[in-house]
């Protein structure tokens, strides 16, 4: 399109060591700016971006133009859009805003924290009639995500609120290890993908976010009770609009997050003392670690002065054991719940049938005669239900129930075909569910919990 021909391409800031915020950029004096020409920071030239209708505001785009999915409230004004095989999202702010938070993103990416992927901050904006147009940032959708109202409903049970809680406080946790403070920690600012019974919190929104070397106490807390006052005013919202059980309380109920994060946060950094003949609680407090998904890289040990006792302490701590393990095992990449329950079937799959197999030729085994037949069988139309590594863990939870239930071994094609039947085929499509949907649009089911 002609309006968008003059397009300047900038690459992704490379001062990769910088923490906080980005520099205000500002022209030099004697420059004029250009209105007659876009100007796009991004990670990737990416031309299909030209193709979207930036001379004009985005409260007015197009239908043609938009995702045909749903959109919640914001304090931005924000529209979906299809960008080749994926959809975006773009959101008009102020530029030192964008390019902030784009920044800022990014720096989370190469930190391997759970975030939305930023794809470009698009300034120069102006309508044919040069009027200048907010400057945009620009996000990549992610697929099988959830946002917090979708997972409401009048059925919900108390034990998947408590999930949802968990995982936002171990996104939390995360962020926090990494020196990152967020500023607007809330529901609505994080979306959610299902991890094999469990969900997996993502940060949306990072505009108000500063990274810092460490963060004190103090800077930790206020974020914690941030999160606190927003979760509650976020369950009062949904309480006042029937969308959660009368019986669910939202005060007590935001609570969950500062007790969830605190059990975490003390199990990862605290200090251990114990006697010198006790040794082995350095590898039971390592593996105990694990077992929460977490590897530690650095650990300091000291010895009291009278000789006679120890005290450790975790130093770096890494997220994402299980799922490390799974992707060096088989390629396969999934959220660290899923990870940790297709690692148990491969090495009961290893000990069923080649115990003395070599674990990554059995693992190989295991991918091709157990994961990818399940993948396989599900139909075309049935692929946008679940994510493939939750589709696996989901039949070999169905397999176990029928099992059980029936007081024999199911065949698994006979698991598959039972599930797909029974479960996926009633289930809503959850790759095309978007953030901040709202949840009376969606038409929430009744195993959204």
Request: aromatic share 6%; proline share 5%; with cysteine.
């Amino acid at each position: 399109m002609t309006e968008t021909s003059n397009a300047q391409w900038h690459d992704e800031p490379t001062d990769y060591d910088q923490t906080g915020k980005l520099p205000r950029v500002r022209p030099a004096s004697s420059e004029a700016p250009n209105l007659g020409s876009l100007n796009i920071t991004a990670a990737a030239t990416d031309p299909e971006l030209l193709d979207l209708p930036w001379h004009i505001a985005l409260e007015e785009w197009p239908a043609s133009a938009l995702a045909a999915l749903p959109r919640g409230i914001s304090r931005h004004i924000v529209r979906f859009a299809h960008l080749g095989g994926s959809v975006i999202a773009v959101k008009e702010t102020g530029e030192h805003i964008a390019r902030h938070e784009y920044h800022m993103l990014r720096k989370l990416q190469r930190l391997d924290v759970p975030c939305v992927e930023p794809v470009a901050v698009i300034s120069g904006r102006t309508t044919p009639e040069g009027e200048e147009l907010d400057p945009v940032l620009v996000t990549r959708h992610l697929k099988f995500s959830l946002p917090y109202r979708a997972l409401f409903s009048q059925t919900l049970r108390r034990d998947t609120l408590t999930r949802l809680i968990d995982a936002q406080a171990l996104l939390l946790v995360r962020l926090h290890l990494i020196g990152f403070y967020w500023g607007d920690v809330s529901l609505s600012n994080t979306l959610f993908r299902r991890d094999a019974g469990s969900f997996a919190a993502y940060l949306v929104d990072a505009e108000t976010g500063e990274l810092y070397p460490e963060l004190s106490t103090g800077q930790r807390e206020y974020d914690l009770e941030i999160a606190r006052v927003n979760i509650a005013g976020e369950l009062m919202d949904l309480a006042e609009g029937g969308l959660i059980e009368e019986k669910v309380d939202p005060l007590a109920t935001s609570e969950l997050i500062m007790d969830s994060y605190r059990r975490l946060w003390s199990e990862l950094t605290e200090q251990e003392s114990f006697e010198l003949g006790d040794r082995w609680r350095v590898g039971a407090r390592i593996r105990r670690l694990n077992e929460l998904g977490f590897d530690v890289e650095e650990y300091a040990i000291k010895t009291a002065a009278n000789g006679t006792q120890i005290q450790l302490q975790p130093k770096v701590v890494d997220a994402g054991h299980h799922s490390r393990r799974l992707l060096r095992l088989t390629g396969l990449d999934a959220q660290e719940n899923q990870a940790r329950r297709l690692l148990n079937d491969m090495d009961a799959y290893r000990a069923d049938n080649n115990p003395t197999l070599d674990e990554e030729f059995s693992a190989h085994l295991w991918v091709n005669e157990v994961f990818e037949p399940i993948v396989r069988a599900v139909p075309r139309e049935l692929g946008g239900k679940l994510e493939p590594a939750e589709v696996v863990h989901e039949v070999l939870e169905h397999r176990w129930y029928m099992s059980e239930r029936e007081d024999r071994n199911v065949p698994m094609a006979e698991a598959v075909q039972s599930y797909l039947d029974d479960e996926l085929r009633h289930r809503r499509d959850e790759a095309a569910i978007m953030l901040t949907a709202d949840a009376r649009t969606i038409g929430i089911d009744e195993d959204a919990d």
